[in-house]
């Protein structure tokens, strides 16, 4: 059973007499009768006169007065549409404002648990790759102690045959020192190769991405919003200075963008960066901030 406020009676919207509005539309059916005659006659109408000019512009006047009849006869009605209109728009948006304002409680609740879940992954991600980093920092650096000490071994064998060699007289001093540096030369490019294997390990690191535990919701796109606004002008002034004094061309170049207070491009680069702590560090005298929108 609806309450008194959601019982909207007819009569609150105004009503248009339906013989009245008959009557009008019939008046105005009446005037459009001589529009064919007068179509007629302008196609035929010849003004190529001073006398033609000015009667053409006498009948001209009539034609433009005829004219008005349609919206007089139709005004009072359509002023009745356009406030029925307006009051149906009126409870419309107070409708929807109703829903609305539960829509943002439960949002603002909903956001707010995106972000606890966003900096718990986020922190989770940190500590599963800080430990994964260190975990192949020292598989690699393991892979390159047992290299190196595989190309020492090695060196060690080579160099006991070939003293054996020359021994039994198989190999001449001079040869025999030729296949040690040789011996020698190998092994320190085998520790040179393990030190690379392992530099390219560590610059070759792919951290894993630990998501939010957020489920998703139909019909509901879950995005991150990224602004920034001014907060210290001046700051930002002296660091486009200093940078500039410095010949730190680059650095000035950037800079000079935002100098102008455009708080449009400040929103645009934080958009581009996503990263408000870093683009705070790049660009002194602002505040960013970033939202989890659900």
Not at 44 to 70: I, L
């Amino acid at each position: 059973m609806g309450t008194k406020q959601s019982i909207i009676k007819a009569e609150l919207i105004p009503q248009i007499n339906q013989e009245s509005l008959r009557l009008a539309l019939g008046r105005i059916e009446d005037a459009r009768a001589i529009v064919p005659e007068w179509k007629a006659k302008a196609e035929a109408w010849v003004v190529d006169t001073p006398e033609q000019f000015k009667a053409a512009g006498e009948w001209r006047r009539m034609v433009r007065s005829q004219r008005k009849t349609p919206k007089m006869e139709l005004a009072p009605y359509l002023e009745k549409v356009k406030q029925a209109e307006d009051y149906l728009k009126d409870r419309l948006e107070e409708a929807e404002n109703d829903f609305d304002g539960i829509d943002d409680i439960i949002t603002g609740k909903m956001d707010a648990q995106a972000t606890r879940e966003r900096l718990a992954a986020e922190a989770e991600q940190r500590r599963i790759n800080e430990e994964k980093r260190l975990r192949e920092q020292a598989e690699a650096a393991e892979r390159r102690r047992q290299a190196q000490a595989q190309a020492d071994a090695e060196r060690k064998q080579r160099e006991k045959e070939i003293a054996e060699a020359q021994k039994a007289g198989e190999l001449k001093k001079r040869e025999a020192e030729k296949l040690r540096k040789e011996a020698e030369a190998k092994a320190q490019r085998d520790k040179e190769a393990a030190i690379e294997e392992e530099a390219e390990a560590k610059a070759n690191f792919q951290p894993v991405e630990v998501k939010p535990n957020l489920p998703t919701i139909a019909g509901s796109r879950r995005h991150r919003t990224f602004s920034a606004e001014f907060i210290n002008f001046p700051a930002l002034l002296e660091a486009w200075r200093q940078a500039k004094n410095n010949g730190s061309t680059d650095r000035a170049a950037y800079l000079s963008k935002f100098i102008c207070g455009d708080e449009q491009a400040l929103g645009r680069e934080a958009r581009d960066v996503q990263d408000s702590r870093k683009l705070m560090e790049m660009i002194p005298g602002i505040k960013a901030e970033d939202k989890d929108k659900t």
